[in-house]
């Protein structure tokens, strides 16, 4: 059984920092795209940034220049560095992992998501 397990959500300022961590575990085979996306309140779930296996990074234009999505594929784990935040940043942010398991089958994980909330 493959799992997303995420963290690094919390309360910070306008202008503040957070950096969310998703690591990801089970009988992974390949790691073949790592993302985050948010809902915030009232609204539809949202692309924030995406990485592939080889290092090609997606951004949405609201986060380009402020968030950086990073992984550490030793240990299968996707990072967010979120600088800069705006009170309009809080959501719930969900990690997302196109993974295929130790029997080559191909999932679409989805964690339970860590909550950031940023005062104005």
């Known amino acids: 059984q493959v799992q997303l397990v995420e963290s690094g959500g919390g309360l910070v300022q306008a202008g503040g920092s957070l950096r969310l961590s998703c690591a990801a575990s089970?009988?992974?085979?390949?790691?073949?795209?790592m993302g985050w996306y948010r809902q915030a309140p009232g609204k539809q779930r949202e692309l924030v940034a995406t990485i592939t296996s080889g290092g090609r990074t997606n951004y949405a234009d609201s986060v380009k220049g402020r968030f950086t999505i990073s992984t550490d594929n030793a240990k299968n784990t996707v990072y967010l560095q979120m600088n800069s935040l705006k009170p309009e940043d809080t959501a719930r942010y969900y990690c997302?992992?196109?993974?295929?398991?130790?029997?080559?089958?191909?999932?679409?994980?989805w964690g339970k998501g860590t909550l950031v909330t940023v005062s104005s």
């Open positions: 997302n992992a196109d993974i295929t398991d130790t029997d080559y089958y191909g999932m679409d994980l």
């Open positions: 089970g009988n992974i085979r390949r790691i073949n795209t």
